[in-house]
């Protein structure tokens, strides 16, 4: 793993070439992995609006939505339960989030041609003093990050693959999204396309 040395924009801390390519490639295995016990699948917005990233997760809770709304659950939608969040993806939660506990989701995106994310909070949490750990693996993302509030300036970045972003802070509430894949940019996927992996607290502990 790389050197503890983040750019700071708007709070956000991104730090470029964190991964090794050997680690990027463990980490695709150990997703792989994720993906054999819980398939991705295509969500829906409550509005019913297909969104162009297909999602998986592991760990204690899983992120979906659908017509029901967004939401934290503990199975899948095929109705199993969410596999064990891989050890390589921790151990970059416990070098970059600088927080004791361990996040109890990791959520995967995947990104194909033409996929991207619109701007957006992280806030179907329960604790927002606990950050958003972001890793980036495959094609480039080009990266807009925002204020608290919705509208007024943005800022962007491209993203590669083995770079990390901690959003905490300031940062955690912020308005976030990626505009564009590059596709075909990396070769770390044999098809293309980018897998971006959230970790997240999501439990209040002080609630138990």
Known sequence: ?????????RGFQVFKG?????????LVEDLRNVAESAPFFAPMTPSGKKMSVKMTSAGELGWVTDR????????????????????TVLSIWQAVSGCARLPDSCLVNFYGEG??????????????DVPVVSISLGDDALFRMGGAEKGGKTDSIWLNSGDVVVMGGAARLAYHGVDRIRFGSSSLLPKGG???????????????
């Open 1 to 9: 793993m790389g050197a503890l040395k983040p750019l700071e924009i």
């Open 18 to 26: 964190f991964l090794s390519p050997e680690e990027q490639s463990a």
């Open 68 to 87: 029901s709304g967004y939401r934290y659950q503990a199975n899948h939608p095929n109705g199993q339960s969410w596999p064990d969040i891989p050890k």
């Open 115 to 128: 996929a991207r994310m619109g701007l957006h909070q992280d806030k179907d949490e329960g604790c927002f």
């Open 194 to 208: 980018r897998i971006n992996i959230t970790l997240r607290g999501v439990d209040d502990p002080r609630q138990d």
